[in-house]
């Protein structure tokens, strides 16, 4: 791979949730919520039935937009999913 130019390459241990739920408007969502130190904080969701997925932390749940264009759902299904994640994604923290 001598013509490969690699920025970043390093392994460490993560926590991944796997949650599937129903929203009250029968909106359904699978998704894995990995933990890392990789970003600051924040925590890698992936919707495992379109495979989107994004780099979120309580403060883009605040953003007008960020769930929809990131999964590429109505607002009804962002606003739903919006009241799951702020029970899991917590604060951010900024780490060194």
Known sequence: MKDYDFL???TEQTSTRFVTFVTPNLHRF???ILTTNRFYGKKLVTDMQSGRSG???ADDLEEEGVLENTFRITEEQAA???QFLVLVLG?????D
């Open 80 to 82: 739903e999913l919006a």
């Open 30 to 32: 699978d998704l894995a």
């Open 91 to 95: 604060a951010v923290n900024f780490t």
């Open 55 to 57: 780099i979120l932390g």
């Open 8 to 10: 970043s390459d390093s």
